[in-house]
Nanobody
Framework: QVQLVESGGGLVQPGKSLTLSCEVSGLTLDWHAVGWFRQAPGKEREGVACIGISDGDKYYADSVKGRFTISGDNASNTVVLQMNSLTAEDTAVYYC???????????????????WGQGTQVTVSS
């Protein structure tokens, strides 16, 4: 059984940082990409950052470049999203997902990921 379990969400003040983790089990991630996506109320789900597990290629949405960093640990099948300089516009439910695609394709949701996590709420507010 494939599971993606996110952790690390919460309430944070503007300008602060937060780290999200996604642990993948039941799946060998070779030739897969793992990505973080978010959905704010009334908005469509959008890609935030994706990483290719085999080659380590990383891609980011323009809105988070320079502030967010995605990294992967093959040994533990965990992908981490470090989020710095958070703003209210970053408030959303964050999901991790994976699929057998390049990270750029997955980031743009040109293919539907095979598996999604349950999501974790990130709220940026003073």
């Amino acid at each position: 059984q494939v599971q993606l379990v996110e952790s690390g969400g919460g309430l944070v003040q503007p300008g602060k940082s937060l780290t999200l983790s996604c642990e993948v089990s039941g799946l060998t991630l070779d030739w897969h990409a793992v990505g973080w996506f978010r959905q704010a109320p009334g908005k469509e789900r959008e890609g935030v950052a994706c990483i290719g597990i085999s080659d380590g290629d990383k891609y980011y949405a323009d809105s988070v470049k320079g502030r967010f960093t995605i990294s992967g640990d093959n040994a533990s099948n965990t992908v981490v999203l470090q989020m710095n300089s958070l703003t209210a516009e970053d408030t959303a439910v964050y999901y991790c997902a994976t699929g057998p695609a390049s990270p750029y394709v997955l980031l743009n949701l040109w293919v539907t990921p095979d598996y999604w996590g349950q999501g974790t709420q990130v709220t940026v507010s003073s």
